[in-house]
């Protein structure tokens, strides 16, 4: 958005001084404005549900304007949906499978005999009028899945012998980290040794 003035007011005369700075007869800002202040429309909504699971339904979406009368357009946009004929076969879909979860007791520890599950379903889409089924399992089930941890090499040593007289190193157990109680890493994350330990340059 933009403003401006001029030097008129009244304009210099018989030698006056002209309006600073000097020599301008007329000046122009500018300055940003807010999208509400435009009549900018906001983001349209997610598309609400299918007014019919076949043979040809509408949904709709809506948008609003910050500030009413400055927006240009509809506040709602419609299409059709579900078109396929409602006698036409539609196979069926399987969903994702869900996440792992127990079953008969807790993972954690990775005890013997305990098992964790998931499912999915076959709703994506559900078969209809005389479409073929999903085929394949619904149910998976397996043992509690345990990782012992392991080390990551070494760093290089580290430590300047001339000030510190010492030098460490480090590791961590993420190589990989133990997961539902597996086994911790056994030994020491850190390294030192003293540099006494090297003989003297010659």
Do not use: H, K
């Not at 301008?24 to 202040?37: I, N, R």
């Not at 076959?122 to 397996?142: F, H, I, K, L, Y």
């Not at 590791?171 to 003293?194: H, L």
């Amino acid at each position: 958005r933009t403003r401006s003035r001029s030097c008129n007011n009244p304009p210099p005369a018989n030698g006056g001084a002209p309006c600073q700075p000097s020599g301008v007869s007329s000046v122009t800002a500018s300055a940003s404005c807010l999208l509400e202040q435009c009549g900018v429309w906001r983001p349209w909504s997610s598309w609400g549900a299918c007014t019919l699971t076949c043979g040809g339904g509408t949904r709709a979406r809506m948008r609003s304007c910050p500030v009413a009368g400055r927006c240009t357009g509809s506040t709602m946009q419609a299409e059709g949906c579900n078109l396929l004929a409602c006698n036409i076969p539609v196979d069926g879909g399987f969903t994702q499978w869900t996440a792992w979860r127990d079953i008969n007791g807790n993972c954690y520890g990775c005890p013997v005999g305990v098992q964790r599950q998931r499912t999915r379903s076959c709703t994506m889409p559900t078969p209809r009028a005389g479409g073929n089924s999903c085929s394949g399992s619904t149910v998976e089930s397996s043992p509690c899945l345990c990782v012992d941890g392991g080390f990551t090499t070494w760093s290089s040593w580290e430590g300047n012998c001339e000030v510190a007289r010492s030098q460490t190193r480090a590791r961590s157990c993420t190589s990989p980290a133990p997961v539902n109680g597996g086994q911790n890493c056994t030994g020491s994350t850190q390294g030192a040794r003293s540099c006494s330990q090297f003989s003297p340059w010659s």
